[in-house]
């Protein structure tokens, strides 16, 4: 425990222990907060120990996340706690740098592709990892994979305005078909069925951060999920194909719209050569 302040340093006054709310722009958001610091009954001076200067940190950047929309330091703690792994287990199981977790955890902002795979990660830890294909979410590798199945086909994703419809059914069936054969996604991306077939999980949220991703951040594709990509371009060498076998497929078929379709379901694929 932390020794407390008794006396002001600017007028010895006496001292006494307050909430205080504060108001401030941080990265261009107006951002509200309260910490916890002394100030003196005489002259109103705030004086904060070490400890409460670290806390404001997290506090601001907590704050800061709320208004965004990313994950807090504790709501990216209390996440992992309730899955009951340590700092070191969650940041295996989900594919993270342990340091880059604990600097999430102690306030340092993570960025919005971070974010998604941090909340890729704690639904898919829940079910077996079986939402990611064993992979942790990467938008990076989304592009890398997006630019291999470009070369194959001789096709253009990811235009301007584009919602995907294409572009995510290629992917699709390359990470289940990686999966299927390698034990391992190519993206880690989730899946869901949608009314036009399976698509990227929260795919409006991902699409422009595809668009702006640098797939050289990413370890490059092996031999083998390079033949993946090869494998399904040659099943689907133009768009409509891929459209009209991905609405055939039972473990599509099967789901309620939004449900997601698990990796599991990978070999069950027909359309497609196993
Ligand atoms: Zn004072």
């Not at 077996?128 to 001789?154: C, D, F, Q």
């Amino acid at each position: 425990m932390e020794k407390g302040i008794k006396n002001c340093p600017n007028c010895s006054g006496k001292v006494a222990l307050r909430k205080i709310e504060k108001k401030m722009n941080f990265r261009g958001e107006d951002i509200s907060f309260q910490i916890e610091a002394y100030v003196c009954m005489e002259c109103n001076m705030e004086i904060a120990t070490i400890n409460q200067t670290s806390n404001a940190q997290i506090l601001i950047s907590d704050a800061y996340r709320k208004k965004v929309g990313l994950l807090t330091s504790s709501e990216i703690r209390e996440k992992r706690e309730k899955l009951g792994l340590s700092q070191k287990e969650f940041a295996k199981r989900a594919g993270f740098g342990i340091a880059s977790l604990k600097r999430w955890e102690n306030g340092i902002i993570q960025t919005k592709s971070m974010n998604l795979a941090l909340k890729a990660a704690f639904q898919d830890i829940r079910v077996g990892n079986n939402y990611t294909g064993n992979r942790a979410l990467s938008i990076p590798r989304i592009k890398l994979v997006m630019k291999g199945l470009e070369n194959e086909l001789g096709e253009t994703f990811l235009e301007e305005g584009d919602m995907m419809l294409f572009d995510a059914k290629y992917l699709w069936y390359a990470d289940m078909m990686a999966y299927h054969r390698l034990g391992r996604s190519l993206t880690g991306a989730t899946y869901a069925a949608l009314p036009h077939g399976p698509q990227l999980n929260n795919y409006k949220e991902l699409v422009d951060l595809i668009r702006e991703a640098d797939e050289t951040e990413t370890e490059p594709l092996t031999f083998e999920e390079k033949r993946i990509l090869v494998r399904v371009a040659l099943a689907f060498p133009r768009k409509q194909l891929i459209i009209d076998a991905a609405h055939r497929e039972q473990i599509y078929l099967e789901k309620k719209i939004g449900e997601i379709i698990p990796y599991s379901d990978a070999s069950k694929l027909t359309e497609i050569p196993l």
